[in-house]
């Protein structure tokens, strides 16, 4: 732009902001939301303000236009004098240069207009030095005279608590240490220096962000972030004091740059350097392009500003080789100053998607004119040399910025209305070029448009809202951009003065966007040939006909258009069948015709299929249909071409096919995906009579009895994800499972990786392996088990891609083992996946079963013969092979648990039987010692020796009993009887038993034959002889 044409536009923009910021102050009904008038002071013979607020200004405004910004290093001032670091070199320190000038050519006086911002280090400049004073005093106010703003650079360290006051003063990480060091930090470098903002450097360095990143690291990342936050709080355009500007400059993009994205708002500029090669030749601003797209999420193009540096000195010893600028050529001593063809110079170019740049910086502008010498490390070059500058390459870079016509700076003849032209100066841009670049939204909301004139230039405007315009009264097609006719995408709320709403051919979709209710000074609509359900947003039509009617009562169906309206489908949000029951007939079950189907408009009207289309198409309102005749269900109805479906049968096998088979009993899971592999619906499907759906027993399983390096390896094959591969490096490998807790294997899969790194590996396909579960189920420790402690439950031999096995006998287990044998070329096996499929036991009851079973049979083995304990043995594998059942489940498992509970309760009961056999005839016997006494013609004898001879009777059975296998129930009856007869003699005899059936006492015997009588008539017992 021509400097003349350029100094009368702003002049004129600075009268025109006085007059604007007096007829606002006059006139408090024109306050617009948001806006704080900018009084700008006139100075003569300026064309730039020349204090720090107007400075500041000017250049968050964007009235400047293409911003440039340079970093001068502070210790290459003339006034600069030597800190702690600058005196110490690879012999030490050198106290007596503490305080001593560097001895530079240069000085920040002479830093030319050009620069808009310039910014200044606190490196290796002595803390007391002289140059800090004429930093405030001299050089500050000769920058400002010639408008350049003036801010203070520190390192995220400062923040974080890796060096300086958050250091030595500030070390605790709590609200009250990170509100003083933020106070501190602006008081420091501020306001004591005199400066217009703060601009805090963020590089990996001080900032790790990646993987590798210690506790440490990531705690000073957190840190920075509160203490930036705190700042934010203090300065910059969102601070206290707005007067002073808030900058990040960073070397990183924006993924992981926490403060960044959560302080975006609050920033002025964000610097972002791009030093060196940041892609090939053909393309040197693809890395600045691929970085952009992340950037744009939080930034607006007008904040970033994008950064080269000169040639530092002694570039190698440092490795600093950018060649952002010209080579050095001793043909060419001034070839440094020249910028074509340099980075630099396509910087001055590049701009972001979305609009315009915020412009560019460069570091190291003390050498700015200094050509690059050539990567030869170890060797002096004449470009190492300090030299004067007289800054040629900066003032070219920005008169390169300045050609761009689309920094121009809209005006009236744009927005005529006023409050129209400031809502876009604030939220999309003062420049004209950003017009039809502005990708974004708009809202236009508490303001006195009247007239939406030059809205139409935002060519690329994504949105519009526009709430309590009270004074707007018409609102047409013509106002809006193509890009929103094409959208629709537009909400009106409180347009309260709206009178005539022309808004036909808009791709308008709902009335619940229009607020209708507020429309109470409608006199006539034309919303025809849109988008629009009048079926579902019928009582919002009829509203906005009635209000028309209302305050337009001569009005005619040419002052009310709504016809025309070609709806679109949408999917629905939510589809009812979650569950249904199919017989297993094999006709085909197709999820997209049977299931998932159908459109809903915008306003959630459901439309099944055509047929219900052409009803719907007859809706009227008003007496007049609104649907145009000539769409077709075709164009209306939502597209599931791309929708995709997953289902899962009842041993989880995988398959992408829509349509189910039927021919047989199984379950499904079916899961639908829309075309951004969203899921949108879940529902199973049970065929016939259905089957248990298995659970993944390995998802949660753990490798034990490894090494601890191996475990993640193994973990590779048991995480749902065929993209991650178990790998030995012997085809000959295996590794145990832990299931967590008791489980039945029902099924297992095994899943050989098809290809690895983009290459098939057809060599690596296991074709030879066997599963095995530990004999015992209650293991809770595999580490001490022998190969004879464990059974084998499958073996794979087909070497397929996939190898699938139903478990029948697989049993009860918390422990699973594969061991890999042999590959098809002998190669290292890839396993994607090892699924073992069945499900969680609540194995309490099983648990107590199998301990009853061990503890009742080691009781018995030596009380019981070798043939009954085989017997029991027998009974109880039996009994274990109910875990074969195919449809076993948890009810199975318990009619296990119970039969093995009764088998162990049984064989506690043979040993008890016997015992008890044992003791009532050692005890039987003593009793009859004592009848032996007893003379033969004793009247009691005679009483008693039917008795005995019963007994002599059932302890001869007894014996018999005994004899065989089992010693039953019958054994028990026997006992039984045995007692009831050894009562009955001990109480003719007079003695007394105890609860083991022993002689306890004996008593003397009743000799009086009418007693014995009596006593015997009063015993109930029923005596059986052999006679009888």
């Known amino acids: 732009m021509d400097k003349r044409q350029f100094t009368k536009c702003a002049v004129g923009l600075v009268c025109a902001a006085v007059l604007a910021s007096a007829t606002l102050q006059a006139n408090e009904s024109f306050r617009l939301h948001g806006f704080q008038p900018m009084v700008v002071q006139a100075q003569e013979n300026t064309n730039r303000a020349t204090d720090s607020v107007g400075i500041v200004n000017e250049i968050r405004s964007g009235i400047r236009g293409p911003l440039y910004g340079g970093y001068f290093r502070t210790w290459h001032d003339s006034a600069a004098t030597k800190n702690k670091d600058a005196a110490t070199d690879s012999q030490g320190y050198h106290e007596e240069q503490l305080n001593t000038s560097f001895n530079r050519p240069n000085s920040i006086a002479e830093v030319p207009e050009e620069v808009d911002i310039l910014f200044v280090f606190d490196n290796y400049v002595y803390e007391k030095s002289p140059f800090w004073e004429t930093l405030k005093t001299e050089y500050i106010p000769k920058m400002h005279k010639q408008g350049t703003a003036v801010v203070q650079t520190i390192g995220v360290k400062e923040l974080s608590g890796k060096y300086g006051l958050s250091k030595d003063k500030y070390p605790n990480d709590d609200e009250i240490s990170n509100k003083a060091l933020a106070a501190e930090i602006v008081q420091k470098y501020v306001y004591d220096r005199g400066v217009d903002g703060l601009d805090?450097?963020?590089?990996?360095?001080?900032?790790?962000?990646?993987?590798?990143?210690?506790?440490?690291?990531?705690?000073?990342?957190?840190?920075?972030?509160?203490?930036?936050?705190?700042?934010?709080?203090?300065?910059?355009?969102?601070?206290?004091?707005?007067?002073?500007?808030?900058?990040?400059?960073?070397?990183?993009?924006?993924?992981?740059?926490?403060?960044?994205?959560?302080?975006?708002?609050?920033?002025?500029?964000?610097?972002?350097?791009?030093?060196?090669?940041?892609?090939?030749?053909?393309?040197?601003?693809?890395?600045?392009?691929?970085?952009?797209?992340?950037?744009?999420?939080?930034?607006?193009?007008?904040?970033?500003?994008?950064?080269?540096?000169?040639?530092?000195?002694?570039?190698?010893?440092?490795?600093?080789?950018?060649?952002?600028?010209?080579?050095?050529?001793?043909?060419?001593?001034?070839?440094?100053?020249?910028?074509?063809?340099?980075?630099?110079?396509?910087?001055?170019?590049?701009?972001?998607?979305?609009?315009?740049?915020?412009?560019?910086?460069?570091?190291?502008?003390?050498?700015?004119?200094?050509?690059?010498?050539?990567?030869?490390?170890?060797?002096?070059?004449?470009?190492?040399e300090i030299v004067k500058?007289?800054?040629?390459?900066?003032?070219?870079?920005?008169?390169?910025?300045?050609?761009?016509?689309?920094?121009?700076?809209?005006?009236?003849?744009?927005?005529?209305?006023?409050?129209?032209?400031?809502?876009?100066?604030?939220?999309?841009?003062?420049?004209?070029?950003?017009?039809?670049?502005?990708?974004?939204?708009?809202?236009?909301?508490?303001?006195?448009?009247?007239?939406?004139?030059?809205?139409?230039?935002?060519?690329?405007?994504?949105?519009?809202?526009?709430?309590?315009?009270?004074?707007?009264?018409?609102?047409?097609?013509?106002?809006?951009?193509?890009?929103?006719?094409?959208?629709?995408?537009?909400?009106?709320?409180?347009?309260?003065?709206?009178?005539?709403?022309?808004?036909?051919?808009?791709?308008?979709?709902?009335?619940?966007?229009?607020?209708?209710?507020?429309?109470?000074?409608?006199?006539?609509?034309?919303?025809?040939?849109?988008?629009?359900d009048f079926e579902g947003d019928k009582e919002r039509l009829e509203h906005l006909i009635a209000v028309v009617k209302k305050n337009n009562p001569s009005a005619s169906n040419s002052d009310i258009v709504f016809e025309g309206q070609k709806p679109s489908g949408y999917l629905p949000e939510i589809y009812e069948t979650a569950e249904v029951t199919v017989p297993a007939d094999g006709t085909p079950y197709n999820i997209f015709e049977d299931a998932i189907f159908g459109s809903v408009t915008r306003a959630n009207f459901f439309i099944?299929?055509?047929?219900?289309?052409?009803?719907?198409?007859?809706?009227?309102?008003?007496?007049?249909?609104?649907?145009?005749?000539?769409?077709?269900?075709?164009?209306?109805?939502?597209?599931?071409?791309?929708h995709t479906i997953t289902s899962f049968t009842s041993t989880l096998k995988e398959a992408n096919n829509h349509v189910l088979e039927t021919t047989e009993n199984e379950s499904y899971i079916v899961h639908v995906y829309d075309k951004h592999g969203k899921e949108v619906h879940a529902m199973t499907v049970t065929v016939g009579e259905g089957k248990q759906i298995l659970e993944n027993l390995s998802l949660n399983a753990q490798p034990v009895n490894t090494y601890w390096d191996m475990k993640e390896v193994i973990k590779r094959a048991i995480d749902n994800n065929k993209s991650t591969h178990y790998i030995s490096y012997r085809q000959d490998s295996e590794f145990t499972l832990d299931l967590g807790s008791l489980s039945h294997i029902n099924y297992l899969r095994l899943i050989n990786a098809e290809e690895v790194g983009g290459l098939k590996r057809p060599n690596s396909v296991i074709t030879s392996a066997t599963i095995w579960i530990p004999k015992n189920p209650l293991v809770t420790n595999v580490s001490q088990l022998k190969p004879e402690d464990w059974v084998q439950i499958a073996e794979i031999t087909d070497g397929k891609l996939i190898e699938e096995q139903q478990i029948r006998g697989g049993?009860?287990?918390?422990?699973?083992?594969?061991?890999?044998?042999?590959?098809?070329?002998?190669?290292?096996?890839?396993?994607?996946?090892?699924?073992?499929?069945?499900?969680?036991?609540?194995?309490?009851?099983?648990?107590?079963?199998?301990?009853?079973?061990?503890?009742s049979k080691k009781a018995a083995t030596t009380e019981l013969s070798e043939a009954t304990i085989k017997a029991f043995d027998k009974d109880v594998e039996e009994a274990k092979k109910g875990l074969e059942a195919e449809e076993l489940g948890q009810a199975g498992i318990d009619a296990v648990a119970t039969k093995l509970s009764e088998l162990a309760k049984g064989l506690k009961a043979q040993v008890e039987n016997k015992k008890a056999a044992y003791d009532i005839q050692a005890n039987y016997r003593t009793l009859m010692n004592t009848v032996k006494t007893l003379e033969r013609d004793n009247e009691l004898f005679k009483t008693v020796e039917p008795l005995h001879q019963e007994m002599m009777t059932l302890d001869s059975q007894i014996d018999e009993k005994l004899g065989e296998l089992v010693c039953d129930d019958t054994l028990a009856s026997l006992v039984a009887e045995m007692k009831v007869k050894m009562t009955a003699v001990a109480e003719l005899l007079g003695l007394t038993l105890n609860d083991k059936f022993e002689v306890a006492t004996i008593a003397e015997p009743m000799t009086d034959k009418v007693e014995v009588t009596e006593t015997l008539e009063t015993i109930p017992v029923e005596t059986v002889t052999e006679t009888e």
């Open 811 to 855: 049993g009860v287990a918390r422990f699973c083992k594969l061991i890999i044998k042999s590959t098809k070329g002998e190669d290292t096996p890839y396993l994607s996946e090892f699924q073992i499929l069945g499900w969680k036991v609540n194995g309490e009851q099983y648990l107590s079963a199998l301990k009853e079973v061990n503890e």
């Open 608 to 642: 099944g299929n055509s047929d219900e289309f052409e009803v719907y198409k007859t809706k009227t309102v008003d007496d007049r249909t609104f649907v145009d005749p000539n769409w077709t269900y075709d164009k209306f109805k939502a597209d599931y071409s791309k």
């Open 200 to 384: 805090i450097d963020v590089e990996l360095h001080d900032y790790n962000v990646r993987t590798d990143a210690t506790d440490v690291q990531k705690a000073e990342i957190v840190r920075a972030n509160k203490v930036f936050k705190e700042i934010a709080r203090l300065i910059g355009k969102t601070g206290k004091d707005t007067n002073k500007m808030l900058i990040l400059d960073t070397t990183l993009g924006v993924e992981h740059h926490t403060i960044l994205k959560e302080n975006a708002e609050s920033l002025d500029f964000v610097l972002r350097q791009y030093y060196g090669a940041q892609g090939p030749t053909s393309d040197m601003h693809r890395k600045i392009n691929e970085d952009w797209k992340g950037y744009s999420n939080y930034l607006t193009p007008r904040q970033f500003m994008i950064g080269f540096t000169f040639y530092e000195e002694n570039a190698d010893t440092k490795s600093n080789f950018w060649n952002d600028i010209k080579d050095y050529d001793a043909s060419n001593l001034e070839i440094g100053k020249d910028i074509s063809g340099t980075r630099a110079e396509s910087y001055t170019k590049w701009q972001p998607t979305g609009g315009l740049k915020g412009g560019m910086f460069a570091y190291a502008i003390d050498r700015d004119g200094v050509a690059h010498a050539p990567k030869t490390e170890g060797v002096k070059d004449p470009s190492d």
């Open 389 to 532: 500058t007289d800054y040629t390459v900066s003032k070219k870079l920005k008169k390169e910025m300045l050609k761009n016509e689309n920094y121009k700076l809209i005006d009236a003849t744009d927005f005529p209305d006023p409050a129209l032209l400031q809502a876009v100066k604030e939220q999309v841009s003062p420049y004209r070029g950003d017009l039809a670049l502005y990708e974004k939204g708009l809202k236009l909301e508490n303001l006195p448009i009247k007239d939406l004139t030059g809205l139409n230039k935002l060519t690329k405007l994504s949105s519009l809202e526009m709430a309590n315009l009270t004074e707007l009264k018409e609102l047409k097609e013509t106002d809006l951009p193509e890009s929103l006719r094409k959208t629709g995408d537009i909400k009106l709320t409180g347009m309260s003065a709206l009178e005539n709403l022309h808004l036909p051919n808009s791709q308008l979709q709902s009335l619940a966007d229009f607020d209708v209710v507020s429309m109470t000074s409608l006199k006539n609509f034309d919303l025809s040939n849109n988008k629009f």
